[in-house]
């Protein structure tokens, strides 16, 4: 009866294409000639009926089992002869319909010569996104005819047009100084404003001149204990005076400085120190029975102690622009830290460029909140005292504080401020209402839109810096307007170079997702101690003519976008940004491992509150269930307090994909599980009522244990305060964050 049916029928076939083995396109168009012929043999089958069998879950956002189509149209031309009828003939583009068939299609006629039409939904893509999609299929297939042997992997897809544009991109060249050291900046900066304030720390001050003959007599004593050029000094002090005296006193003795932050387990810091292979620690006397690891030297400063002679002569024959400045150890996934090493001609190039963009002159003043252990640290302690500007360091308490933090924003004279998307965060959480004459500047981990949105309007600039450690501190940066979608990173700063390539290492156009690489005068010059992955991240440049230029694989996963910018979407890998601070996640389960008794172990980053990330750790292990405070000091003997997971969750076994890779997105949050358990202990009176009812609405959680530590919750300084404000708020109480850690 179909038969005598007028009408056009057709039946879409399902095809799968097989590339996992990397074939050539020689091989690879026999197999889907193969892969077609038999799909034929089945045509009849409708494909509704394929769909039912698989039990494909259907929806009407996208279309099922396949999103593209493709349409050979190879039936017979012919000239119809029809007796009183006029025959005009039609392009194909006139007669499609108005809504897409699916979410992308191309159509081809066998009987029209070098031309191809796609179709596509415009809720999806652009046109300007489709054109370029149809000029890299035509270059992909000129290089498949060209060379049918090479790999598809391989085949040619960007147009020497997308070379050249992202080439022009990639012009970042400008000169750097004949003497591209900081301690040289830094005096050249000094003659030239000897009187000017250069740092403030709780109502002290230091000038530039005075700051300048601090440095030179520590300078001289760390000579006098053999320090000089290639040779790394451990910083053990804390946030003071004597922190800035010790940095610049190093470097001008030709040194490089480990920062060893005080905060951070002593078997961690005697690691570092260990693989640095520092012989000299400077620390500050209330340190000086406490540190993490015994050196043959050790050079005690003090900013009010008397100066000699000395003080006024500066050390001759320091270090030159291919010495290391800095080693900063960041997590390694192997369960110890690794340390980055920072040339100094790295460092100058970086000073530079955020002297000039986002800008610093003599006129500002920068407050500085960062780690000494945090790579940013360089734009706050550095970067102003090359330029003239002033320096307000804030002690610990104050930055982990967010009204403390809030009055001293408000009451000081400052011009810019960095600090992550948390602390901003925490800053408005407590009623910051902005600076106007400030430059705010967020970097460290992701900027939010809807956080962006806030602070625009509260200073004169939002800026958006991205880096990772090992390009020395920021690679991109973008300036952030008022409007719609993701925050970008931006362009590339100063003698530095982005490509974005696949995993067979090809570039990739604009709009296509791939692991971006970062090359140029940023370039860390490896791993300290670690040749074995210096090599694997650090690669050669087989994008460059000089034979020497490298690339560092970030694990960021981002495209280039149209206008020249770079837009980050996120890893390749399970390295996470969490407040700021880089974290291998296969660090923490490393050190977890080692707890007697685990079989696996999994550390996942959970968000179950907007904006509230944490650290669980999952795990299985052999005998009874471990107390979880056991755990946590088991992990705090080598973990600083920010890598150690705010939950832990022992399973009878991982949930697992298809493909038998444990499944992260099934894993259970921990109050579930600890509901499940029937390990909560309810509020016994009004006031534990009140508390648990607040501390349930910070944390997300539908219970709390009236026994649970605020920390170990995964508690925070951001958190905290918006705790002790809304106790500020609702009972007239003010309590400093000190409170909630002297009693968490």
């Not at 039409?117 to 652009?126: C, N, Q, R």
């Not at 460092?347 to 920068?366: F, K, Y």
Request: net charge negative; charged share 25%.
């Amino acid at each position: 009866a179909q038969e005598r049916v007028v009408g056009f029928f057709i039946n879409m076939l399902p095809l799968q294409a097989d590339l996992s083995d990397d074939p050539d396109f020689s091989t690879f168009l026999v197999r889907m000639r193969g892969i077609v012929l038999e799909a034929m043999e089945n045509a009849d089958a409708p494909l509704d009926r394929i769909l039912e069998s698989l039990r494909m879950q259907r929806s009407t956002s996208y279309t099922p089992f396949a999103q593209a189509m493709y349409f050979f149209q190879s039936y017979p031309e012919h000239a119809p002869q029809m007796s009183g009828l006029r025959i005009d003939r039609a392009h194909w583009s006139e007669l499609r319909p108005p809504v897409a068939q699916g979410d992308l299609s191309l159509f081809v006629n066998q009987h029209v010569n070098g031309e191809l039409m796609f179709e596509y939904s415009t809720d999806l893509y652009e046109t300007a996104t489709i054109q370029r999609m149809a000029g890299h299929f035509l270059e992909l297939l000129a290089a498949a005819v060209e060379s049918p042997q090479t790999a598809v992997s391989r085949l040619r897809l960007m147009t020497q047009q997308d070379i050249e544009q992202q080439a022009r991109w990639n012009d970042t060249r400008r000169d750097l100084p004949a003497e591209a050291t900081i301690a040289a900046l830094i005096a050249a900066q000094t003659a030239r404003t000897p009187e000017a304030v250069a740092v403030m720390f709780r109502g002290r001050e230091l000038t530039y001149r005075a700051l300048e003959r601090r440095a030179n007599a520590v300078a001289h004593v760390l000579c006098a204990q053999g320090v000089g050029p290639g040779m790394l000094v451990g910083l053990y002090v804390e946030r003071s005076l004597e922190m800035v005296i010790g940095l610049l006193g190093i470097l001008k003795a030709g040194g490089a400085y480990v920062p060893l932050d005080p905060a951070y387990p002593v078997d961690r810091l005697a690691y570092m120190v260990e693989m640095s292979d520092a012989t000299v620690i400077v620390t500050q006397q209330v340190l000086r029975d406490a540190l993490p690891s015994a050196v043959p030297s050790v050079v005690v400063i003090d900013a009010d102690a008397p100066l000699d002679a000395a003080a006024d002569a500066p050390v001759t024959g320091g270090c030159g622009a291919d010495d290391p400045a800095y080693v900063i150890f960041t997590s390694g996934s192997t369960g110890k830290p690794k340390g980055v090493e920072i040339r100094q001609r790295s460092a100058v190039n970086l000073i530079r460029s955020i002297a000039r963009e986002p800008g610093m002159t003599a006129a500002d003043t920068i407050c500085a909140i960062s780690t000494l252990s945090f790579d940013i640290a360089l734009t706050e302690l550095v970067v102003p005292l090359t330029v003239g500007a002033r320096i307000l360091l804030v002690d610990r308490d104050t930055v982990r504080d967010g009204m403390a933090l809030r009055r001293l924003v408000d009451a000081a004279p400052l011009t810019i401020m960095q600090a992550t998307p948390a602390t901003w965060r925490m800053l408005l959480d407590v009623g910051w209402a902005g600076k106007r004459d400030m430059r705010i500047i967020s970097t460290g981990e992701a900027l939010p839109r809807e956080l962006a949105d806030r602070l625009l309007p509260l200073g004169r600039e939002l800026w958006n810096l991205y880096g990772p450690t090992e390009t020395t501190v920021y690679s991109a940066l973008c300036r952030v307007e008022p409007g719609e979608g993701a925050i970008i990173v931006g362009r590339p700063v100063d003698n530095t170079r982005i490509h974005i390539v696949d995993r067979h290492m090809q570039r990739l156009p604009v709009g296509v997702p791939g692991e971006l690489l970062i090359g140029g005068d940023g370039l860390a010059a490896g791993y300290r101690g670690r040749p074995d992955l210096t090599a694997e991240k650090f690669i050669s440049d087989p994008f460059s003519d000089d034979p020497a230029a490298r690339l560092y694989r970030t694990g960021d996963l981002a495209f280039w976008r149209p206008d020249g910018t770079v837009q980050v979407v996120g890893r390749i890998d399970h390295q996470i940004k969490l407040r700021g601070f880089r974290i291998e996640l296969g660090e923490i389960e490393t050190v977890l491992a080692q707890y007697p008794g685990m079989t696996q172990v999994v550390v996942h980053c959970r968000e179950d509150a907007a904006g509230d990330q944490r650290l669980v750790a999952y795990f299985t292990r052999e005998g009874a269930q471990p107390v979880e405070t056991d755990l946590r000091e088991h992990l705090k003997h080598a973990l600083p307090d920010y890598m150690v997971p705010s939950a832990f969750v022992g399973l009878d076994a991982f949930p697992l994909t298809p493909n038998g890779k444990v499944d992260r997105r099934a894993l259970p949050a921990p109050e579930a599980a600890a509901a499940a358990a029937g390990d909560i202990l309810a509020p016994r009176t009004p006031e534990e009522t009140e508390l648990v009812a607040l501390w349930s609405d910070l944390f997300g959680r539908t219970e709390v244990d009236v026994r649970a530590n605020f920390f170990d919750l995964g508690g925070h300084s951001v958190l905290g305060t918006q705790m002790l404000s809304r106790i500020k708020r609702d009972y007239g109480i003010e309590l400093s964050l000190r409170v909630l850690f002297e009693a968490p």
